[in-house]
């Protein structure tokens, strides 16, 4: 980290994340959330068309978290198509200067608490083995909704990405009934 995210990543700390605002995306965020994700290795950079349908199709089970104006976290998901009390969680970005700090687990809350009425109770990503960061995030996620955690293997590299692509396992996460404080 360098001098001046140290810095900042006090200033945030100290300030407990208090001038964070989280809410839906909007499709004008759609660039800076293509800008975000590609500061945060080792997300896969999708097309900011990609970015924008999230920020307009997906919104309702998506958030944005803007620091002093700056948008410094985002989260994309969608409810799974063939299993309507599923979230499937598609990436997580939270900018180097904003980490440490919780900021991923309320961005998971914030989209939770605005889907309670609709009866989802388990959550799905997929993480690389790797991964250390996404693997206690969604860990502590399960914990704090006092829910199981499996994983098992998913999209293969070789199977399924042709070798070009780590290999991704599927975490699922359920059933929960309601939120701790996160
Ligand atoms: C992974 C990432 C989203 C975490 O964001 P964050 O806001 O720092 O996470 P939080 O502060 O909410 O931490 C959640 C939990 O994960 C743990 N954690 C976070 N980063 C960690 C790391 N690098 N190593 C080990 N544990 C870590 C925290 O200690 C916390 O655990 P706790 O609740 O038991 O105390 C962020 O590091 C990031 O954007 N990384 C790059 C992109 C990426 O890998 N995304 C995830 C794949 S979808």
Not at 5 to 23: G, K, P
Not at 162 to 182: A, C, N, Q, T, Y
Request: proline share 3%.
């Amino acid at each position: 980290m360098s001098n001046q995210s140290l810095i900042y990543h006090q200033e945030c700390s100290a300030s407990s994340l208090q001038n964070v605002v989280l809410r839906a995306p909007e499709l004008k965020d759609g660039m800076a959330v293509f800008r975000l994700v590609e500061r945060c290795p080792p997300l896969d950079i999708n097309s900011s068309y990609c970015n924008l349908l999230q920020c307009g199709h997906f919104s309702d089970t998506s958030v944005t978290a803007d620091m002093d104006g700056e948008l410094v976290g985002f989260i994309s998901g969608y409810v799974v198509p063939e299993r309507t009390n599923t979230l499937f969680i598609w990436q997580v970005a939270v900018a180097e200067q904003a980490r440490g700090l919780g900021l991923a687990s309320r961005m998971l809350a914030h989209i939770l608490t605005r889907l309670a009425s609709q009866n989802i109770n388990y959550l799905e990503t997929t993480i690389t083995q790797d991964n250390q960061a996404s693997w206690a995030l969604f860990k502590s996620i399960a914990t704090k909704l006092s829910a199981d955690f499996q994983s098992s293997a998913w999209l293969d590299r070789e199977t399924h990405f042709d070798g070009l692509h780590h290999s991704e396992m599927l975490v699922r996460i359920g059933p929960f009934r309601k939120l701790r404080e996160m």
